[in-house]
C-alpha cells in the first residue's frame, strides 16, 4: 500500500490539511481529489450561498463514489478553528462560514451538501422548494412534469426556477420573503399538488410510499420543512457522472435536457456565462396566495 500524502493550503489566512490528492473520487470521469478540491473552490462562490448559517448534512465517500458511504450530521473530532458548529435537537451540526471550511470537508471526501431549508436558529424557510422525486431511475418524463407545474406556479403569479438534483429528480424553487411559514407554504404545495395530480394522473401522485406509486411521478410538498434537508443547488452528487444540482432555464426544461449534462468537469463554463438562475429572480409574492387560500 503506498503511502499517505498529506500536506496543507492557506485559503483566507486559514491551514487547511489536505490528504491523498490523488485518491480517484469520480473514477469514470477521472476526477481525483486535487481536481474535487479545485472544482469545489470554483463553485465556492454559488454552492456556499445556499449553505452558509445552515445547519448541514453531508454525504462522505471515503473510497470515492464506488466505495461505501456514510451520512454525517455531528460534526467530527477534532475540528479546525475555522470550523464553526450550532447545536439543534442533540446533533452538533456543521454551520459552514466560507471556503477554508467547504475544502476541509471536501478533504474529508464530502461528496454531497444537503442543507436545512431554514437558517440555523430560526425556523422560517430560506425560500419554498417542491421536489419532483421520480419513481423510476429513469425518467424521461421528468422536464415534462417540470413545465406542467411550472405553469401552474406561472399561473398564481409565481416566477420559479427549476434545478435538476443531480440524481434523477427535479427541485422547483421559488424565492420568498422572510416572514412567510413552512406550514403556509404546505397549504400551497398540497393545492398545487392536488390539481397537476387530477389534471395528470398518469403523471403525478401523492403518494409518500415509493412501493405504491407505480411508475408515476412523486410531487413532494412535504419534505420541505424544518428539520428536512435537499440537494443545495450546485452540490456534487456522488454519481458515476460527477453530476452537480445545477439551476435550468426554462427554454432548457423545454428542450428536455438530461440531469447528465450537468457535471463537475463544465459547470464552471456554464456559471461564467449565465450565473446563479436562483439569485437572479427576486422574491415572489407567495404571500399574495396564502392569503387567498385563507
Known amino acids: 500500500m503506498p503511502a499517505a500524502v498529506k500536506g496543507s493550503i492557506t485559503i483566507e489566512g486559514q ?20 481536481i474535487y478540491l479545485e472544482k469545489l473552490a470554483a463553485l465556492s462562490p454559488y454552492l456556499l450561498r445556499y449553505l452558509r448559517n445552515r445547519l448541514l448534512t453531508v454525504i462522505r465517500y471515503p473510497h470515492g463514489v464506488e466505495g461505501k458511504s456514510f451520512y454525517q450530521k455531528n460534526a467530527p473530532e477534532p ?8 447545536m439543534h435537537e442533540d446533533i452538533n451540526y456543521i454551520s459552514l462560514d466560507g471556503l477554508p471550511g467547504l475544502l476541509w470537508l471536501g478533504n474529508l471526501a464530502a461528496l454531497e451538501f ?19 422525486d421520480p419513481s423510476r431511475e429513469v425518467e424521461p418524463r421528468i422536464m415534462e412534469a417540470t413545465a406542467i407545474v411550472g405553469e401552474v406556479l406561472k399561473s398564481l403569479g409565481l416566477a420559479s426556477v427549476p434545478k435538476t438534483s443531480g440524481a434523477t429528480g427535479v427541485q422547483i424553487i421559488v424565492p420568498i420573503k422572510q416572514g412567510v411559514t413552512f406550514d403556509e407554504l404546505r397549504k400551497v404545495g398540497h393545492l398545487v399538488g392536488r390539481y397537476v395530480t387530477e389534471k395528470h394522473p398518469g403523471l403525478f401522485t401523492l403518494e409518500r410510499l415509493k412501493k405504491q406509486r407505480g411508475d408515476k411521478i412523486y410531487f413532494d410538498y412535504l419534505q420541505h420543512y424544518r428539520g428536512k434537508t435537499l440537494a443545495a443547488p450546485y452540490t456534487p452528487r456522488a454519481r458515476p457522472l460527477a453530476t452537480v444540482s445545477t439551476p435550468l432555464t426554462w427554454d432548457e426544461v423545454a428542450r428536455n435536457v438530461s440531469p447528465e449534462e450537468f457535471h463537475l468537469l463544465n459547470i464552471e463554463e456554464r456559471l461564467r456565462v449565465i450565473g446563479d438562475l436562483i439569485e437572479q429572480l427576486p422574491p415572489q409574492p407567495v404571500e399574495l396566495v396564502i392569503a387567498a387560500l385563507r
Request: charged content about 20%; proline content about 15%.
Open 15 to 34: 491551514s487547511v490539511t489536505i490528504t491523498n490528492p490523488d485518491k480517484p473520487l469520480w473514477p469514470e470521469q477521472g476526477i481525483t481529489k486535487r
Open 79 to 86: 475540528l479546525p478553528p475555522f470550523i464553526r458548529t450550532v
Open 114 to 132: 444537503h442543507p436545512s431549508l431554514h437558517y440555523a436558529g430560526r425556523s422560517l424557510p430560506c425560500e419554498w422548494m417542491i421536489d419532483l
